[in-house]
């Protein structure tokens, strides 16, 4: 009786996600992931930035293999097994050759994404960088919509917000601050206004979400993951220490946590992050095998407003819309 009890508990907790939960299969390096669920198919949907982490690089400094990547595409039915399923179908007429960091969004009855583009391939990091806005009916085909004027030429990573209070809040990287985490609020999906900046130390990747009657934001810091809370949007308080800092002990997760994506389902929620190869036993016989990244998925925990994430746990997956 015992037994079949904890059996349909844990039928009832979700499948656990495998290590790693997706890895690209062109270029191996899968990273920044954005993901959604496809009511038409019944279907998770993740768009994630396609590093070509395989392709041989000039020297040490050259860093064009982060360049002239496309937007992959893997499907899942439950969300802890996943597919690859090609490159989003994105047209060069509002981008270019050099796309990252998508964050796509149901809203106001269609399909949206806002992507950093790089209009070109380069071999360092000395190039503007903007943040376009697309449309879709299906998450399949995406038309242009506009360039975000947000005051800089190098902005990156894009996370959007529905405010209870109405409208709409962007938050996002300004290499010229810095590397600040800022917002901006628009009305309409349209028309931003530059408005706050949240972070003194620089950063990158945020993701704003609501769960459990709070705001929250958490963002790359390159030294794991930085949390903010804000009981209202407005005032924000950062957590201390950083999640996801230490490397997990498991194949494919001995690296920091980075770029997460958030997955909000019911009263539970999902981290989507990125993992860089480096601690694998591949990478002691390839120097280059540390350029190599896959997503992985870990349930985050809640108490007393502070955020808590057991990389090291296996991870139920039960997502819902």
Known sequence: MIASLLMLATAASGPVAPKPLFRDPVHDGAADASTVRDAKTGEWVMFYTNRRANIARADAKDVSWV???AIGVARSMDGAHWRYDGIA???KACTGDTLWAPEVQWLKGEWHMW???VPGVFRDWNAPRFIVHL????????????RLE????????????????????LFFNDEKQNKAI??????DLIHWTVKDRLTQTPGEGPKAFRW????????????????????DGEQWTTQPGHILATPGTQPTDRAKGQHPDIVVAGDRAYILYFVHQEGEDEAKADPEYYRRTVLQIAELKEKDGVISVDRDAPTH???KP
């Open 67 to 69: 360049h002239g990547t």
């Open 135 to 146: 449309t879709s009916p299906d998450l399949k085909k995406w038309t242009c919509g506009e």
């Open 182 to 187: 800022v917002t901006a609020d628009s009305p």
């Open 89 to 91: 179908d994105i047209p």
């Open 115 to 117: 992507l950093t583009v």
């Open 212 to 231: 459990k009657g709070r705001y929250w934001l958490i963002s790359d810091a390159w030294k794991g993951l930085l949390v903010m809370r804000s009981d």
């Open 150 to 169: 947000l005051g800089s030429d190098r902005v990156i990573d894009a996370s959007v917000l529905a405010l209870r209070k109405g409208g709409y809040r």
């Open 317 to 319: 997956v039960r997502l």
